[in-house]
């Protein structure tokens, strides 16, 4: 939370408090049951003020600059993911929930990114997809 403060009129200096607008969760999305927990934190999030959602996968190790770029071009995109080494997703984020997107997403298998970027392109939803943690390539060792 930031204390901001702020100076009226007849010169006094009163503080208020601003609640975050983004929001980061950290979730295994490596089985079957992933996309109704992000579903469900995305919602909740929202619910509480937050405008931007990121979720990391528990079993990737994201550098802070990662989530801080996924923050960043979800000022532009509805959502913004990031591989993982085995076609799976290390990190999501969205500004607003999409259920039946998440729901078309085979959680926890090797095409759980190439079957998000396909259901997004279908519904017509903007997709940014950002560099994999460590910036290695898919496929690569």
Known sequence: MQVIENEDASEHTYTRE???R???ESISLSDQTAG???????????EDGSQRV?????AHELPRE???????????????CAPGGDGDIALIGMTEPHD?????????????LNELLSAARTRHVPVML????????????
């Open 18 to 20: 601003r609640a975050p």
């Open 130 to 141: 950002l560099p994999p943690p460590g910036g290695e390539r898919n496929g690569s060792s």
């Open 100 to 112: 039946a997107l998440l729901a078309a997403i085979p959680w926890g298998t090797s095409n759980a």
């Open 66 to 80: 990662l989530v801080e770029h996924a923050f960043e071009a979800l000022r532009y995109s509805g959502i913004v």
């Open 22 to 24: 983004r929001a980061i």
């Open 54 to 58: 990121v979720i990391t996968h528990d």
């Open 36 to 46: 109704a927990r992000v579903i469900e934190i995305v919602r909740t999030r929202m």
